[in-house]
């Protein structure tokens, strides 16, 4: 099989067909619009409905608010105090605030407590036993050095 070069290629139109062409027109001539309905949409399957075990399970999944019990009515609290007294009392006073109240907590995470107080380091930093060397009292760079003030701090040209 050999290749070649394409030359003079062009981009072939579609063959209009005249039937779709007349319909066109037609439509797009207008005209009054008489008899006009609304189109009924057809209904969708029906969603299976929610079961409840009794009446009032129904009643607090339709009125309990979510935000807590202080918003909810004074029967949806009896309720909830029954369905609720079988747990731990933390249970049924988070339900009451509308937030978890008793998390528990581990007192080095606990950002309310004040500072302790740290006693000051006994140790000194620098230590100057004497001797031939002169005592390290800065570094540069990562590396100790001795202040000598015989030298220039900076470098002169003379």
């Known amino acids: 099989m050999q290749g070649g070069a394409i030359r003079k290629a062009r981009k072939k139109s579609p063959k209009k067909d005249e039937k779709i062409g ?3 027109e037609k439509q797009m001539q207008g005209g009054a619009i008489r008899k006009a309905r609304k189109k009924i949409l057809k209904k969708h399957e029906k969603v299976p ?5 009794d009446a009032h399970h129904k009643y607090l999944s339709q009125k309990l608010t979510g935000r807590g019990g202080k918003l909810d009515s004074a029967f949806c609290r009896n309720k909830m105090y029954g369905i609720m007294s079988k747990y731990h009392p933390a249970l049924f006073q988070s339900y009451l605030a509308g937030k978890v109240r008793d998390i528990p907590h581990d007192k080095q995470f606990d950002l309310d407590l004040p500072q302790m107080p740290s006693r000051p380091d006994t ?3 620098v230590v100057d036993y004497g001797g031939s060397m002169t005592s390290l009292s800065h570094s540069e760079n990562g590396y100790l050095q001795a202040h000598s003030s015989e030298f220039h701090s900076h470098r002169e040209l003379i």
């Open 22 to 24: 007349e319909a066109l």
């Open 49 to 53: 409905t929610r079961k409840f075990w």
């Open 123 to 125: 140790r000194p930093h």
